[in-house]
C-alpha cells in the first residue's frame, strides 16, 4: 500500500511539473503599432505582443524590424526576448 502511495504522488508530482510548463514561439516582423505605456506591440501581420516590465522597449518604434520570443500565457503573447534588427543600409 504504501508503495502505491508513493508511486501515486511522484505520478502527480511529474504532471504538475510538466503542467506548468510552458513553450516558447518565435516570430519575425516589422512593428506597426507600439501603445503609449510601452507594454503593447502590435506587428503589421496583427500579432499583439506584450511587453514585461523587465524589458526596455524604448527602441521599439513602428516600422523596426523584430525578431521575437514570447510565451502563451493564457491569452497574452509575454515576450521573453526580442530583437530589433538593423534596417537595410543606405
Known amino acids: 500500500m504504501t508503495r502505491l502511495l508513493t508511486l501515486t504522488v511522484a505520478v502527480a508530482m511529474a504532471a504538475l511539473t510538466l503542467a506548468s510548463v510552458t513553450w516558447a514561439d518565435d516570430v519575425q516582423g516589422k512593428i506597426k503599432t507600439v501603445d503609449p505605456s510601452g507594454t503593447r506591440v502590435t506587428l503589421e501581420d ?7 516590465g523587465n524589458l526596455d522597449a524604448k527602441a521599439l518604434k513602428p516600422g523596426a524590424d523584430v525578431r521575437v520570443t514570447y510565451a ?6 509575454v515576450v521573453t526576448s526580442i530583437e530589433v534588427r538593423p534596417g537595410p543600409r543606405k
Open 46 to 52: 496583427g500579432t499583439q505582443l506584450t511587453i514585461p
Open 72 to 77: 502563451d500565457r493564457g491569452s497574452d503573447k
